[in-house]
């Protein structure tokens, strides 16, 4: 495996998500920011919890295309239109779904995220930024 996830003695102690993830490879990856849509452009959900899981599908189809898999993401940083902290339960259905299904590490690699006041289209309430390496 490429990614390590630590928490170090004396760092907040999530339990969703690690603080600290180090990477030990030889390519890093970074993607662009992915919305929560489907390949045609529209908006996969109408709600955030959709939004997240579709835009990190879209992470893991982009890291696939780069060799790796999902356990190769570093980190992931989010930015939600309109960002309030009773927002977290849906962010964690969407990322809950994705680590079900497509292998998204448990905890989750380090997630920074970003209130924004918009996005590409107002039909987007999430964009994800993600980092990978790759041995």
């Known amino acids: 495996m490429s990614v390590e996830f630590l928490h170090p003695e004396g760092m907040l102690k999530q339990t969703d998500y690690s603080p ?5 490879g030889t390519r ?4 662009a920011g992915q919305a929560g849509v489907t390949p045609d452009f ?13 835009a990190l599908r879209n ?9 790796g898999n999902a356990g ?7 930015y939600i239109v309109d960002w309030s902290v009773e927002m977290w339960d849906d962010v964690l259905t ?5 680590q079900q299904e497509e292998g998204l590490p ?19 309430v999430v964009e994800i930024e993600a980092t990978a390496v790759l041995n």
């Open 20 to 24: 600290v993830a180090v990477g030990t």
């Open 28 to 31: 890093l990856i970074l993607l």
């Open 42 to 54: 529209q908006p996969a959900a109408p709600d955030l919890a959709g939004q997240v899981e579709a």
């Open 59 to 67: 992470i893991v189809v982009g890291v696939r295309g780069a060799g």
């Open 72 to 78: 190769d993401l570093a980190r992931l940083t989010f």
């Open 94 to 98: 969407g990322i809950a779904r994705v």
């Open 106 to 124: 448990k905890p989750a690699p380090p997630i920074t995220i970003i209130g924004v006041q918009a996005l590409f289209t107002p039909d987007f």
